[in-house]
């Protein structure tokens, strides 16, 4: 009889999944667990649960409840802050690339809702952790489009991140209403409407080397 390879798997136990897909599956269980009861009310063993493994695997990833809260925080607070910047890098048409900053805002909205309410809608919010990550998040929006509009009007950087700070409050608010409304307005056409409302007052301000 032929012996097994060393690399089979032993009979009743799933193969082992590589470390960066086990983090990812451990992340996506505490995600659907932080949303479903909250930070506060969320134990280890329901996540680890959740995932289908036993609370050693799960601590082997993350030491604690808030390492692994902060952690799913950074993934998605990463991803808004690179969908901006893409938004800005995609085109030169700075109608374009307020729209996109616009999109950006929704798309995480409606396709990452999830994601959405464990980063804007944390119970968390005044613990200093999380704080200095929706301070990370809304900085790295405003700087992506700070340094378009410098480079496009020719405004100080002050007045640029006031004008940026401006774009980034809008859409998130109103990504943040339109979610909560039941998305009465399609998609769309609500970010056709907000993008209408801050391209008449961004583009009341010249590229430089035009005349106000």
């Keep these: 009889m032929t012996a097994p390879s060393s690399g089979a798997q032993t009979a009743g136990r799933p193969a082992r999944l590589p470390r960066s897909a086990r983090r ?15 930070y506060h009310s969320a134990a280890m063993d ?13 601590y082997q990833h993350f030491p604690g409840k808030m390492e692994l809260y902060l952690a799913l925080l950074d993934t ?4 808004i802050v690179a969908q901006v910047r893409a938004a800005m890098a ?6 374009e690339r307020v729209s996109g900053a616009v999109r950006a805002y929704f ?8 994601a959405f309410r464990l980063v804007f ?3 968390l919010r005044n613990d200093p952790a999380v704080r200095e990550r929706m301070a990370r998040v809304e900085s790295g ?10 480079s496009d009007t020719g405004v100080s950087r002050a007045r640029a991140e006031l004008l940026a700070s401006g774009l980034v409050g809008t859409a998130e608010t109103a990504a943040k209403f339109w979610l909560a409304s039941g998305r009465q307005v399609p998609k769309a056409e609500a970010e ?21």
């Design 107 to 114: 798309d995480f909205v409606d396709h990452e809702s999830e």
């Design 192 to 212: 056709a409407l907000l993008t209408a409302l801050a391209w008449r007052g961004i583009a009341s301000f010249p590229l430089q080397g035009e005349s106000a």
């Design 76 to 79: 998605h607070c990463e991803a």
């Design 121 to 123: 809608e944390s119970d």
């Design 46 to 58: 329901d996540i680890a649960e959740r995932a289908g493994v036993s609370k050693p695997v799960l």
């Design 24 to 38: 990812k599956q451990l992340l996506a269980a505490a995600q659907e667990v932080f949303v479903a009861q909250g």
């Design 90 to 95: 995609a085109t030169s048409d700075n109608k």
């Design 141 to 150: 929006c405003i700087a992506a489009i700070t340094d378009t509009i410098i």
